[in-house]
């Protein structure tokens, strides 16, 4: 690595974090110094404005020109990143009793990003304290199924534009989306009926999207799919999702808690030579001082495992499993994002772990655990339900 690339790297950690951000650090989250939102990106962000339906555009500009400028694809990819919000120079205002916190996955267009990303937030709103989490989730799809989803969405426009209020016909004609969106007593019958976007979704993004279904089904987590949901049309894709928590009164929404979209061709939109496929959420809580005590990133416990996945089962199990030994305060390196065994125990050896935990879709079905000793290269299959106890003795018999 040359100098250069060392300053740059030293100039964008974080050395101190919270609670939340410890928790970030087990899912394979860097806590970095979020970059500056400068006058440059607010002017190249004015293009968006019109569809911007969580206010953040702003942000998304600066975060993929700070990738771009710092040349972050040199480092290992995905890129997965976290930090306090708002950023510097935003004007996204916080409550002065709450938090919010970002978290970045950049240079993977993989369904895992998704499956990571939901998992880590899952996690952090319940050591908060919040109970019966549910996700609002939705798709647009690539390029081809926006494309088509808006022809069918003004098709049904233009031929229900007798019945459209004329309060609410100008709205629906500057933006067809204000259908799905407008809650408008008026709009009930004519919203029921619509064109969904999910319904427009190309193969691609099918199978995509029935990848992140399936990985929050083996979370175990409650969804439905809801098609009031959107991201920007202007510059994002395929997942859109919000996390909120059921207070149990009939027809209530819930308290939003969290949201995230992908957005994969912002970089292009601003003058980049190619697409960052990228996906970012955001968490907004009650302030907890208990979350929010000062944690050195230094003294995180350096894990002494790595765990290895191989196949699409094998890598939602992974993720449960990495939740099951962090509440058990065993620390795990992994890399979830990445598909193929050897780059994964190259990183095991990198890491200087003494063990590698391999799932793959053998061990999956089972519920099992390899565990190989990385130095004398012996092994051993363990049962998930016996995994803590043996990594336990593991750590004791090092000591």
Known sequence: ??????????????????????????????????????????????????????????????????????????????????????????????????????????????????????????????????????????????????SRFERELGSYFRKHIHVIPSKLRNEFKKNHYSILLNNAPENKELKSNAPEPVSSLSEISRMHFKEVLEAIEMFEAPYKIKSNILSNKLYASYTVFEVRSLKGKENDEGELLAYGYRYNHLAKKIGGKRDIPSIGATIIVKKNPKMSKKVLIKNIKRPKFYLVQLGAIAKIKALNVVEMLRKNKITVYHSITKDKITGQLTGAEYMKASHVLIMGQKEAIENSMVVRNLVNREQETVALNDLVNFLKGLEKAKK
């Open 1 to 146: 690595m040359s100098k250069k690339e060392v300053k740059i790297e030293k100039n964008h950690l974080e050395s101190v974090t919270d609670k939340v951000g410890e928790i970030a650090v087990h899912y394979g989250f860097t806590v970095v110094k979020p970059p500056h939102i400068t006058s440059d990106d607010t002017h190249k962000a004015k293009q968006f404005k019109d569809f911007d339906y969580y206010g953040d555009i702003e942000e998304k500009v600066a975060l993929t020109r700070w990738y771009n400028e710092n040349r972050l694809d040199l480092e290992a990819q995905p890129l997965a990143i976290h930090f306090k919000k708002p950023l510097p120079g935003s004007t996204q205002r916080k409550k002065p009793a709450v938090e919010m916190y970002g978290f970045e996955i950049m240079g993977s267009i993989r369904s895992t990003s998704e499956a990571l990303l939901l998992k880590c937030i899952l996690a952090i709103l319940s050591d908060l304290g919040y109970g019966n989490l549910y996700i609002d989730i939705n798709s647009i799809g690539d390029r081809e199924s926006i």
